[in-house]
């Protein structure tokens, strides 16, 4: 990725943070970024362009961080690791977990189509794992993996939002601790 658009995503995360991304003007992200107006349209087209790119992009590398799991032994550590890594990836990328909750259930959202698509991706990530569990005989008669495995992404945004914003001074072990406590009662 060319450095003007990586300055160009870190300046939309820091305006999206403080402000949402409906209230930012392609003058806003370019005069944060450092950079020309004409760079903004150059590389994205628009401001929707730059935060559609800016969607996929963040999706993506959550996406290749929590398939980095995948082929753990044992299904339950791998759901952990998985846990643990969606946590570490909100608290390095705060501005992106706000874009994601707050954008993600708007309906009708500007960006509903891309982040349904993004979302998918995500989720079947969780299912996949969810149903290792769940064929290793580790989940609860009942489970439905595939409303267990959205569950767990909304849970999953919501308590990493509401870790970095309302309890910064607990641990990520410890918030990654309580929402395996909950886990744990549903993957024996």
Known sequence: MSTSKQ???????????DRG????TVDDIAAEA????????????????LIDALLRYGLGQLAERLRAHAD???????LESLVDTGLAFAAEYRGFAQI???EMWRTPGQWHETLGLLREQIVSI???????????????EGVQVPTAAAGLF?????????????????????????VLLLLRGLAR
Do not use: C, I
Request: aromatic share 8%.
């Open 100 to 102: 994601l909750v707050s």
């Open 126 to 140: 969780v299912k996949d794992q969810l149903q290792r569990v769940a064929d290793a005989g580790r989940l609860p």
């Open 72 to 78: 753990e032994p044992d299904p339950v550590t791998g």
């Open 21 to 24: 991304l409906a209230g930012l």
């Open 154 to 178: 909304g849970t999953l945004l919501v308590v990493a939002l509401d870790w970095q914003v309302f309890q910064p001074h607990r641990s990520r072990a410890e918030v990654r601790d309580s």
């Open 34 to 49: 450092g950079v020309a107006k004409g760079t903004v349209y150059y590389n994205f087209g628009s401001k929707d362009g």
């Open 7 to 17: 300055r160009l995503f870190e300046a939309t995360l820091k305006l999206a943070s």
